[in-house]
Nanobody, 121 residues
């Protein structure tokens, strides 16, 4: 079994900061790309930021210069530092990762449970 557990969401005023953390646990051989998605009410889920195992990073345009994604491969964690938050960043943020559980399995995609981020104006 593999679990992704996200944390760090909350309520913050516009211009403030939050740091999200996602930890992968369970039977894990290796982790490929890790990322954060978000879904606002009545909107589709969108990719916010993604980092590969080699450290290649991409961001959605709306967060460039404000958000920073990083990972700690030794701890199987991925972080999202969110600065200069705006009300339009309000959403449920989901952790996502490609995980290989054993040499007999390919990479499979997993989702965390979601953490609410609310930015007040």
């Amino acid at each position: 079994q593999v679990q992704l557990v996200g944390s760090g969401g909350g309520l913050v005023q516009a211009g403030g900061s939050l740091r999200l953390t996602c930890a992968a646990s369970g039977s894990i051989l290796s982790i490929g790309a890790m990322g954060w998605y978000r879904q606002a009410p009545a909107k589709q889920r969108e990719l916010v930021a993604r980092i590969t195992s080699a450290g290649s990073i991409n961001y959605v345009d709306s967060v460039k210069g404000r958000f920073t994604i990083s990972r700690d491969n030794a701890k199987n964690t991925v972080h999202l530092q969110m600065n200069s938050l705006k009300p339009e960043d309000t959403a449920v943020y989901y952790c996502n990762a490609d995980i290989r559980r054993s040499v007999w399995r390919t990479f499979e995609n997993y989702w965390g449970q979601g953490t609410q981020v609310t930015v007040s104006s």
